[in-house]
């Protein structure tokens, strides 16, 4: 199966059955089959939260049925490993569990490891190792140590299967592999044309170059990504929306790309009720007109330089892993001559407009001869209605098969490397060194409330959020805490909470600006209190500035160029210092026993 060929919307039971129906005798067929149902089934959370990897697990009982799947929903759920063994319950002994990639022990606790040791497999097949460099290899060496027989496609499994089966699972995380090595965000330029390549006609009117098929198939794109970008032409010719309506996965940022901020007053993008909008633009353009947007709630961020590589760079650092371009020809060219486009899909309609001075998908690239032209890889064709798409990576994806050096072996070698020490310790999101001191781990947390009942909130996250709220005299607003209490994840709960605050802040209880430090100081001494493996982790940052990385959070993290408050580290080191006390005060107590 080519890279570039996995569907959008698989239906994992009938690949299934499509599996067991034609079984190939070849080696390591089996393998490959639940390796490749593994990466469907992580395939169905792209999109429904805020970045985090795409986690499969199908669990092969003894007799050869499947006796339990899951998928990681969303950073904050429970584990895929750990949904799939649940499932299986008694048939997961001397199974054999299938993952798309090595789980990542980001928070500590070992659940993926754990659950698959305790549940009582036998046997673990991995399609690919974790990309992020302090996560890789970690889970293989920790299932190994606990006698489990670990194999890993390329590695300890070769064949042409095995093959098409890693080649799914590099595209299922094809962002976060990206990301990993690029330090920008996987990158994806998405056109519709006409079968002359024609963009427009010559008067710029655009309605509808493509099928109402392929249009549906966009909003899918959108809504499998973090953010859609656009640039000034687009905004002042279409007056776009840039919602994934119709396609299911959640509403991605919108993102709009302007050299001179010459744009509209009035514009669908300045709708702040559903999506936010990011304006980034030069620095010190239109001082007024960016008050003006400052106003409806658009932010707006300036460049020194603005470039399709500075701004993909700052979003990267905003923690964003995909990104897609619904841009005119100039910033597409732009954007494919500074490198920061992976993927294309091209919509071909059947149709033919004609005129010389028509815009095309892609402007100058200051090519003069076929010899220059950028060859797309692993091209696919599908038929989409009356369309034609066409769709292929511009670059391949990293290779993330040889094996990066652990901290120990990289401290043989060079003794002065310390990679993850430092006197200011920087997290962020969940899955960095660092990431369970976010307000966004998964720990659930047990508070009393009001009538001192013992309330289970699954994150800081969730609780915080939902005191926005609590105690407000109003069903919307009660509804809204219910909400918030019952999200899948701490990002879909902060998408609750930030919404509601933006449409309706008169439901914001009156005291909350007053009191959310002390909630949320509340909720992490509570979770650190809880788990004694993150109480350890805070305790070894002893001596350390702890810094909340985020560069768009001015209150609780550091900003862009530091110019944040921080009041997320400030109270984690205030915890920090409030534990180390009691360890001390604990120590000098003088012994009782005789």
């Known amino acids: 199966m080519a890279l570039s060929c996995l569907t959008l919307s698989a239906n994992p039971s009938s690949m299934i059955w499509k599996c067991k129906a034609s079984l190939p005798t070849s080696p390591h067929a089996l ?12 395939d169905k959370s792209a ?42 319950g008694e048939r997961c002994r001397g199974a054999t569990a299938y993952l798309n990639m090595e789980p990542g022990d980001c928070h500590g606790d070992h659940s993926a490891v754990s659950a698959m040791i305790q549940g009582g497999v036998k046997r673990v097949v991995i399609g690919m190792r974790h990309p992020l460099q302090h996560l890789r290899g970690n889970a293989v060496r920790a299932l190994r140590n606990q006698g489990l027989h670990v194999d890993v496609l390329g590695e300890d499994l070769t064949g042409n299967l095995v093959e098409d089966a890693q080649k799914e699972c590099l595209l299922v995380n094809a962002p976060l592999i990206c990301r990993a090595a690029s330090r920008v965000p996987f990158s994806v330029l998405k056109y519709a044309m006409t079968l002359d390549g024609k963009i427009a006609a010559s008067s710029g009117h655009a309605s509808w170059i493509s099928s109402k098929q392929s249009r549906n198939l966009v909003f899918e794109l959108r809504g499998r990504s973090d953010a859609v970008i656009v640039g000034g032409n687009t905004v002042r010719r279409d007056n776009p929306r840039l919602t994934a309506r119709h396609g299911g996965g959640h509403m991605p940022m919108r993102i709009v790309m302007t050299q001179t901020l010459d744009l509209p007053e009035e514009a669908n993008l300045w709708d702040m009720s559903e999506v936010s909008t990011i304006v980034v633009t030069q620095r010190g353009a239109r001082r007024s007109f960016q008050k003006l947007l400052a106003s409806k709630g658009v932010e ?145 947390i047990q508070i009393h409330d009001e009538d001192g009942d013992c309330v289970t909130w699954l994150s800081v996250e969730h609780y915080y959020q939902a005191h926005k709220f609590v105690g407000v005299d109003d069903p919307i607003a009660q509804d809204c805490v219910e909400r918030i209490k019952s999200a899948k994840s701490p990002e879909e ?41 993150l109480k350890t982790l805070l305790l070894s940052t002893a001596g350390s500035v ?33 534990f180390l006390g009691e360890s001390s005060s604990s120590s000098e107590t003088p012994s009782l026993t005789v």
């Open 300 to 444: 707006v961020v300036e460049f020194d330089i603005l470039t399709p590589r500075e701004v993909m760079e700052y979003f990267h650092d905003r923690g964003y892993l995909s990104i897609l371009w619904e841009c005119g020809g100039t910033l597409a060219a732009s954007a494919i001559s500074s490198g920061v486009i992976h993927k294309v899909y091209a919509f071909v309609a059947p149709k033919i407009i004609g005129g010389k001075n028509a815009p095309s998908p892609v402007g100058d690239l200051g090519m003069v001869e076929m010899t220059q032209a950028l060859n797309l890889i692993d091209v696919c064709y599908d038929q989409v209605g009356p369309d034609m798409l066409i769709s292929g990576f511009l670059q391949p994806l990293p290779d993330v098969i040889p094996v990066i050096p652990s901290r120990d072996e990289t401290f043989v070698v060079d003794p002065t490397v310390s990679p993850y020490e430092s006197s200011i310790i920087f997290f962020y999101k969940t899955w960095d060194l660092y990431g369970a001191l976010s307000n966004f781990s998964p720990h659930p």
């Open 47 to 88: 999109g429904f939260t805020s970045p985090h990897p795409n986690f499969g697990c199908v669990i092969l009982s003894p007799a050869g049925h499947v006796a339990g799947e899951g998928y990681l929903y969303a950073q904050g759920t429970a584990a895929a490993e750990v949904q799939a063994v649940d499932a299986a």
């Open 493 to 533: 709960a902060a998408r609750i909470g930030r919404s509601m605050q933006k449409q309706k802040p008169d439901l914001i209880r009156s005291d909350w600006e007053n009191i959310k430090i002390d909630v949320m100081y509340k909720a992490l001494k509570c979770k650190f209190s809880i788990y004694p493996h």
């Open 546 to 578: 702890l810094v909340e990385a985020s560069p768009h959070d001015l209150f609780w993290g550091g900003g862009r160029e530091g110019e944040g408050l921080n009041y997320l580290g400030r109270l984690l080191m205030k915890l920090r210092s409030e």
């Open 31 to 42: 393998d490959a089959t639940y390796i490749r149902r593994a990466a469907h089934l992580a």
